[in-house]
């Protein structure tokens, strides 16, 4: 009878605990099968048995569509993988829980990468997104190509213009390899944003910003350092085309590095991209973890987003995703990638900026550059009706 009673009691204590758990619903989206989630969240409950994690992997193609839905419907989760494009909507929907006061009260803070928290900050200098993994554009060169013309990798546009000019042995090599296809923006800014050039009313037609992008223009009109085919080129281009020889540089980020080393071996490195005219210009390319505001659980959907951001588990999240953490401490031991990619992207951090987060930036990204680009290469419009064409997006807002 005694043993029954012990035996109860236990139960009861155990029902107690269990009704009294807290469940902080997650959503992410990882397309990689091997999914560390699930070790992340045992690791998770273990230190922290009064919080259970439910997560779902939600398809990326249906991620937004989904989220938006579930807000709107009183059905959103209590946090979740966002990105920087949808953070003045979420904004404008009420649906972001501020988190500055958490950040500055969180010891992980100090292990943050610089500038991430700057990058990640909402229109009203609030911060609403905790970062969780990131890239930034870097320049890719062949090292052989390099080395076999005795040329040092270009830290300057002068340098860089030199060095394609002399790496360009028509028609087997080009000096760079442009993305003037969809998608090609950020390597364009580069070369013009870097010079002031500025995606607002008046910023994309002074005098400095035309010249800019005239320089570009001329690399491939004038100086012929770029393939022929770079109005249409596009990421499986310009790739192809670097492994192969066809080019001596290009732009990308991290995440293609373990392809080109599998390729190439040590004839491919990385640097940060050059400074152009006294300024210096990379894309960042995000992703962070959010708290929205009709969660009752935002403590522990804290204690839970913050974890993820936190030493080894934000580089165990990341070897999932193939990005980089955005930690201090996971960067120095970084193993996913080679130390030389993994040097150029967090050196390129300190610049790296992103684009403003309005409609026309949306049409600029998505169709309005790639247009203006190849009809500019091409010769169908000069640099000046090319920054005015683009300048007229950011006029309307």
């Known amino acids: 009878m005694k043993i029954w009673k012990i035996g109860t009691a236990l139960a009861a204590s155990l029902l107690a605990s269990t009704a009294s758990a807290e469940t902080v619903r997650f959503w992410y989206h990882f397309d990689n099968p091997e999914n560390p989630m699930a070790d992340l969240i045992a690791k998770f409950e273990a230190a922290n048995p009064g919080i259970e994690i439910e997560a779902e992997n939600v398809p990326w193609n249906s991620y937004y569509d989904n989220l938006y839905t579930a807000l709107v419907g009183g059905n959103a989760p209590d946090a979740a993988m966002v990105k920087l494009f949808a953070q003045p909507r979420l904004i404008e929907m009420g649906a972001l829980e501020p988190l500055g006061e958490r950040i500055d009260g969180w010891a ?32 890719y060169y062949r090292a052989d190509l390099f080395d076999a013309a005795g040329l040092k990798p270009p830290a300057t546009c002068d340098a860089f213009r030199d060095a394609a000019i002399k790496l360009t042995k028509q028609p087997a090599t080009y000096g760079f390899g442009l993305r003037g296809g969809k998608g090609g923006w950020d390597q364009w800014g580069a070369f013009v944003l870097s010079q002031g050039a500025k995606l607002e009313p008046g910023g ?15 690399l491939f009109q004038k100086d012929k350092v770029i393939p022929p085919s770079a109005p249409n080129d596009g990421f499986q281009e310009i790739t192809a085309a670097f492994k192969k020889g066809t080019t001596a540089m290009t732009i990308h980020h991290v995440g293609s590095s373990n392809d080109m080393v599998k390729a190439l071996g040590d004839k491919v490195s990385a640097v940060p991209l050059p400074e152009c005219g006294g300024g210096r210009w990379t894309s960042y390319g995000d992703e962070s973890l959010a708290i ?59 610049f790296a900026h992103v684009l403003p987060q ?24 000069t640099s000046e009706e090319m920054m005015k064409q683009l300048e007229a997006l950011f006029v309307q807002q």
């Open 108 to 139: 992980g803070k100090a292990d943050l990468l610089d500038n991430l928290l700057d990058l990640n900050k909402g229109s009203d200098g609030q911060q609403y997104y905790l970062p969780i993994q990131y890239v930034v554009l870097y320049l």
């Open 204 to 218: 994309l037609t002074t005098p400095q910003a035309i010249a800019a992008n005239q320089w570009l223009i001329d």
């Open 292 to 350: 929205f505001s009709s969660s009752e659980v935002k403590d522990s959907a804290w204690k839970w987003i913050s974890f993820l951001a936190e030493g080894e588990n934000n580089v165990a999240f990341n070897k999932a995703t193939g990005q980089m953490t955005v930690t201090k401490s996971g960067s120095e031991n970084w193993t996913l990638h080679e130390r030389r990619f993994v040097d150029a992207t967090v050196q390129s951090l300190p």
């Open 358 to 381: 309005n409609t026309a930036t949306s049409e600029f990204v998505n169709t309005a550059w790639q247009t203006a680009m190849q009809q500019a290469l091409t010769g169908q419009i």
